[in-house]
């Protein structure tokens, strides 16, 4: 895991454990062989689990599976992370989506709808810790330089936390959301992400939830955007599912001859740091690195910015992201950049490259969302915040902006390189 993520799992695995009165059990080493000792150590009859669908867990879960029923032992492994298996949502013909609309609309849509979810039980009969359990310290999860300040003021890590960040959507941002998600200075998202991939929330909560608040809501095509925004989340499991090399290969092979860039440190530096000289570009990456979150409008902005702007390679994005998300998912992470780098499935088209000037001035127009992650342009009127280096002499002056100083110059040309990515393209089809 990077290290927002740890330092997340760290603190939810400490509210866990005080849920569990601290008989949290923690153990460190070989999976197998930890489980089996357990087993015989508790003399149980049964072992259960839900599934996780990263690659590698699915061919050690099975290893683990097969041995324990060679010991005479119960095995059940149930989905509690998802609403629909991706093995239950197939074409006619059996064969995987490509797409989303019809995986969702067509697929998805047509199966039983996602189970309710059962209340917590009352009473958890657990065994005390043993001592060979680990304490969650031995874990070394925190980070040994603070560089999670910031974090601990924007997050409340407790499935308490998750209830009542749903709660909060559902009552007053979920009308809004079909339109609001859009601007990053307003509160019209669900910030889910992080509680869901934890385990702290489950989809199947959030889905009956907001489609229960239809009754209350006006707005019928902000609860279906938001629900087919559950959808997707989904999709990029049942695409990590059914192509297991979507985080490291292009699903459009053509793109195996795109012409990345080559020698792009320095702009590479200047993209993770916020320094690339374009204020909604640079927002975003300081977002994420003192908040361990980005707005979804911005990320993919900023995705676009790195992949085609500066021709970086999506796989570069996708590990900076790996370390700085909070909510950092191989599914999610490995379908979304391979989207916005149009290699993936139901990918952006390529050509469409994503303008930092003018999504700046249509989802963040008075510069708000600017102002607060990039303080050096706080006093630029609004008319110039998105593009300050086209600003007059005299409005920089006063704005206490020196371009290239206390604020850099734009790392490239954004006409120039929306052209570049273009040819850059043209070479993919050849290989068609």
Same mark, same amino acid.
């Given at each position: ?10 603190? !939810?695995?400490? =509210? ?26 508790? =003399?149980?009859?049964?072992? $259960? ?5 990263? %690659? ?25 992370? #998802? ?20 995986? $969702? ?17 009352? &009473? ?46 559902? /009552? ?31 989809? &199947? ?31 990029? $499991? ?7 090399? #979507? ?13 990345? !860039? ?16 374009? %204020? ?25 910015? #790195?992949?085609? &702007? ?25 379908? =979304? ?17 994503? &303008? ?12 708000? $969302? ?28 006063? !704005? ?11 790392? /490239? ?20």
């Amino acid at each position: 895991m990077g290290g927002a993520s740890r330092w997340w799992l760290h603190h !939810a695995l400490e =509210s866990l454990n005080q849920s569990f009165n601290g008989k949290l059990h923690i153990y460190k080493g070989e999976p197998q062989a930890i489980l089996t000792k357990l087993a015989s150590a508790t =003399s149980a009859q049964a072992v $259960y689990w839900n599934r996780c669908y990263e %690659p590698w867990r699915i061919a050690r879960d099975g290893e683990i599976k097969t041995a324990l029923k060679s010991a005479d032992i119960e095995v059940q492994s149930f989905n509690g992370s #998802l609403l629909w298996e991706p093995w239950q949502v197939l074409k006619k013909d059996q064969t995987p989506y490509k797409v989303f609309t019809p995986y $969702y609309r067509r697929g998805c849509l047509s199966k039983v709808a996602p189970r309710k979810p059962l209340a917590a039980p009352k &009473n958890i009969n657990s065994v005390n810790v043993s001592k060979d359990s680990l304490s969650l310290n031995n874990l070394y999860l925190l980070p040994t330089i603070k560089w999670d300040t910031k974090m601990h003021s924007r997050w409340d890590i407790s499935e308490e936390a998750a209830q009542d960040r749903l709660d909060d959507f559902v /009552m007053a941002e979920l009308e809004d959301y079909r339109e609001g998600r859009n601007f990053p200075d307003k509160a019209n998202v669900s910030r889910l992400s992080p509680y869901l991939h934890f385990g702290q929330i489950s989809p &199947n909560t959030a889905w009956h939830r907001a489609a229960d608040a239809a009754a209350i809501i006006n707005n019928e095509d902000s609860l279906d955007t938001f629900l087919s925004e559950l959808g997707w989340r989904e999709f990029s $499991y049942y695409l990590l599912y059914h192509f297991p090399q #979507l985080p490291t290969k292009n699903l459009q092979a053509r793109f195996d001859v795109f012409p990345w !860039a080559s020698n792009t440190a320095q702009d590479l530096k200047a993209w993770q740091q916020g320094k690339t000289g374009y %204020p909604l570009v640079d927002a975003g990456m300081r977002e994420l690195y003192s908040t361990g979150y980005m707005h979804n409008r911005v990320r993919m902005v900023v995705g676009s910015f #790195l992949v085609k &702007n500066l021709l970086i390679h999506w796989h570069r994005g996708e590990e900076w992201f790996w370390d700085c998300l909070v909510d950092a998912d191989l599914a999610s992470n490995s379908a =979304s950049w391979q989207w916005i780098a149009g290699c993936g499935a139901d990918a952006a088209p390529f050509f469409r490259i994503f &303008n930092p000037i003018t999504q700046s001035e249509k989802f963040d127009k008075q510069g708000e $969302y600017i102002r607060r992650y990039v303080p050096e342009l706080a006093e630029m009127p609004a008319k110039y915040i998105h593009a300050p280096w086209s600003a007059p002499a005299e409005i920089l002056k006063a !704005a206490g902006v020196d371009i290239g100083v206390n604020y850099p110059e734009p790392v /490239m040309d954004i006409r120039e390189s929306r052209e570049r990515a273009l040819e850059a393209f043209k070479l993919t089809k050849i290989s068609d």
